[in-house]
């Protein structure tokens, strides 16, 4: 049980690691890649929460900031999104072409750090990776820009290079430090660098419902499975049951699904009841 | 070869029907699931197309049309996004939970057609299915309703029942038929339910560019991998590859790709030079 | 000075009725009606304010919940621009037949309150007038809907309907209030009808700002002004004041102005320095 | 009625010129600042058009093209607006401190056409003046880049600096033109810089259909008003009429007003019939 919440909060690549080293003595259930979590833990809710962790700590006024965002997987998109659709003029940050070029398509300049961080208003990140905002890219940051980590932990952004003599903190009010330069330059550091959306912002209902539905049928399956179904091995979710957590939230948004026919299911070679895609289909 | 150009056409499902019945006799890439055909060639092109399209054949203006788009897969996303941000009410017809619930998000009503079939002045199928709109909702459109197919083949709009002795079908311009109901009717059929993006709009050029680049980097790994690498089976293109095609493409919208650090590329396990995702992260 | 101020919280049509009943004994300027007013206090500045008050005060998730906007004016259209954007369903209603075509060609369905009443989840009220929110209303709405102001006063919600003695009202924290219908039934109203934005959310510096500024110009001409310039009246203020106060905070997004050539200036009969419009250019 | 026709295609300052010099001879109405008007053939209408007129001379996809809009007035507003949502970067040229700031808080950087010209993928100008784009910047922009004109008659790029000895012309295909540099760079001329929605797209329906209703009812006022009501000056259309253009197209959206109450009228100090707004409101 403990290997798998860990999975939840996209450390799932460890167990990975784990597998391919032949060390996981139990068999694991990756709910983070599930669908459902991915989208509503990750991109929309996400998207949301920037806004409103911001918001609550800041009260920034988004229209017209140039903002950075590290990192354009789910999270990433969905601050993007959230922050254009506000005013904002977001530059990206990538390592991984694909996202990279998705970041271009969807209308984001996509640049390394170095190259506007001396005239953005607010720094994002999101890569799940580790000192991603270094204390050269801190150096460069004008007055009063803001600093925030929205990927995993408190990685992200280099921490211990802003603790040294030199630098002076002010805890401004909950969660929000100004981190102050000798020339009188602040930085406004949210959360201590730790995730901003657990820190200053609410989670939703509808996403702890989503997720802890989707780790309950997870823990179900793994217990009821019959013996040899799951090896000592990360397994996805059975798409089926990404489904079926889907399905029952959907009357909350008095949705209505519409059902195959006979000959239509026929047609596309699979069940009326699903599943409906392959199981890489995100 | 025929095999595989099949796959880039939205056709895949077949091959995977062919292989689980053993009747598979040759290796097969599905580039259509690559992470660059899929949003490129699907949901970034279709994004522009139904624009396009729809002004090429109808000159309709968008902003507040009601419009039913029947499908929320890669091609629904493309088309509910670009409407919506013109102008449009949007409504989505869905079979699959998980893309109905993305719909709702996303700011879609998902409703069955027959609610809404009444009063929506566009219906565009992106199904991949067959008989999606049929004779008894053709019946219940409104006068001067366009109907027009972004999905796959010409299945979706049940075509045939228009064939009858009772409607009349006027061309009025290329790509574009009324199909008059007894009682004065008129409804606007665009390519005869044939598809839209194909028919009525072009591919740009980026799109043609990475659809042939990565089929052609799919033949060539088909072409010369090492005996026994790929069996009588359905392949996705590995992702190093899918990465690679994108990567060739940054350089056409000045993107600047930031690299990992020996340090980051250690943290997360991966090499620094890729593949940054595992295979199903789309 | 006093009825200045008053301008400036959309309470001009008063001073035009004092002034049309000959009774306005002062020369006033309707600051409220210049467009950097206009535009930032009313347009920008409520549609983030919008989301962030309702974040604070109950957490709720915009994806996919049903919303109506009673009035599409400048308050009206960012509170939809915003929720829209963050993936609501957003319905309309309008007395006006002007912004409700605005409203359809921004993608938004005009109704009336009572066609949508029974299924939204969110209430909120932008028109400047009494009583659009009346208890016929409430009754109908579902439990758990979000009922607010982002208007004027609190006259838009019928308070009084609600202080009735088989009606529970419940603080369940500042700002919020549950009212409980006999059969358990509960709406959720925020800061007792007031408005929202200046009771649950706070206003970013930059719009402070900008109407400070407004105003203090107004008031230095008012009180420069030779003598006989302003009557008993109510005047807009001065074009070239407007730009002034724009140009000031251009600074601040880091935009560079381009200077009207020669020859340009005079192809348009302007001066090169402004005013740029008409004065009532919006 | 010369006259008259003039405004509508936005050349009504040079009516004001007339008027001030005290040479206009008849009374004249400025139909081309009604709102309806305004929003519709300018904003709603080039915010579709742009997209229609691009698409159908070039084929060009907007996804990730760095494109500069010259002027963010309604035209400019509607370009950005809908270039911005089909995945372009856009940036905004402006005069005017005013719409200069709407720009910045919109999420576009407002910049000099020089720091931009050499990365653009696209030039789009719509100020209403002369020369916005001078042969100088011709020179500096990238091999490919696509030039048009939304603005006003034929002005706005600087033509006559194209027609010179050294640069060759190369007809591609109706409306598009090739202009080519000794080096051997070639500029995408739309249109030979006259009106692209004018030229390459079509105007849709409910577009004329509110400009001839809006041209209709100010002749009819002009012809019928009691003598004495009009002078020799310019006029803008009265609010009522322009709110009844509005009415007259609302049951095409199937878009429901709502009443005022006669209490709610009283409140407001306006007739239950409108206008429903003072002259100066956009």
């Given at each position: 049980?403990?290997v798998?919440l860990?999975?939840?909060?996209?450390?799932?690549?460890?167990?990975?690691?784990l597998?391919?080293?032949?060390?996981?003595c139990?068999?694991a259930?990756?709910?983070?890649d599930?669908?459902?979590k991915q989208?509503?833990?990750?991109?929309?809710?996400?998207?949301?929460?920037?806004?409103?962790?911001l918001?609550?700590?800041t009260?920034?006024?988004?229209?017209?900031?140039?903002?950075?965002?590290?990192?354009?997987?789910?999270v990433?998109?969905?601050?993007?999104?959230?922050?254009?659709?506000?005013?904002?003029?977001?530059?990206?940050t990538?390592v991984?072409?694909?996202?990279?070029?998705?970041?271009?398509?969807?209308?984001?300049?996509?640049?390394?750090?170095?190259?506007v961080?001396r005239?953005?208003?607010?720094?994002?990140t999101?890569?799940?990776?580790?000192?991603?905002?270094?204390?050269?890219?801190?150096?460069?940051?004008?007055?009063?820009?803001?600093?925030?980590?929205?990927?995993?932990?408190?990685?992200?952004?280099?921490?211990?290079?802003?603790?040294t003599?030199?630098?002076?903190?002010?805890?401004?009010r909950?969660h929000?430090?100004?981190v102050?330069?000798p020339?009188?330059?602040?930085i406004?550091l949210?959360?201590?660098?730790?995730?901003?959306n657990?820190?200053?912002?609410?989670?939703?209902?509808?996403?702890?419902?989503?997720?802890?539905t989707?780790?309950?049928?997870?823990?179900i399956?793994?217990?009821?499975?019959?013996?040899?179904?799951?090896?000592?091995d990360?397994y996805?979710?059975?798409?089926?049951?990404?489904?079926?957590?889907?399905?029952?939230?959907?009357?909350t948004?008095?949705?209505?699904?519409?059902?195959?026919?006979?000959?239509?299911?026929?047609y596309?070679?699979i069940?009326?009841?699903?599943?409906?895609?392959?199981?890489?289909?995100r």
């Amino acid at each position: 049980l403990g290997v798998f919440l860990l999975l939840t909060v996209c450390l799932c690549f460890r167990l990975y690691q784990l597998s391919k080293a032949g060390k996981l003595c139990v068999p694991a259930m990756n709910v983070n890649d599930s669908v459902t979590k991915q989208k509503f833990d990750n991109l929309y809710c996400c998207k949301e929460s920037i806004v409103d962790g911001l918001k609550r700590t800041t009260d920034v006024m988004f229209g017209g900031k140039q903002v950075v965002v590290c990192g354009y997987g789910e999270v990433g998109k969905g601050c993007c999104a959230a922050l254009k659709a506000l005013g904002a003029v977001v530059y990206v940050t990538e390592v991984d072409p694909i996202c990279a070029l998705q970041a271009c398509m969807d209308g984001f300049r996509v640049i390394k750090l170095s190259e506007v961080i001396r005239q953005v208003d607010l720094v994002i990140t999101c890569t799940g990776n580790k000192n991603v905002v270094g204390r050269e890219h801190l150096d460069r940051m004008k007055n009063g820009c803001i600093v925030c980590n929205m990927g995993h932990s408190s990685t992200e952004i280099e921490l211990a290079s802003l603790r040294t003599a030199e630098l002076r903190w002010e805890r401004v009010r909950p969660h929000v430090d100004h981190v102050i330069w000798p020339d009188g330059k602040r930085i406004v550091l949210l959360a201590e660098g730790r995730l901003l959306n657990l820190s200053c912002s609410t989670v939703p209902s509808l996403v702890l419902s989503i997720t802890a539905t989707t780790q309950a049928l997870a823990l179900i399956e793994l217990y009821s499975a019959p013996e040899g179904r799951y090896k000592q091995d990360v397994y996805l979710l059975p798409k089926k049951m990404d489904e079926f957590v889907a399905s029952l939230h959907l009357p909350t948004f008095d949705a209505h699904l519409t059902e195959l026919s006979d000959e239509q299911a026929k047609y596309l070679g699979i069940s009326k009841h699903g599943p409906f895609k392959p199981n890489y289909y995100r």
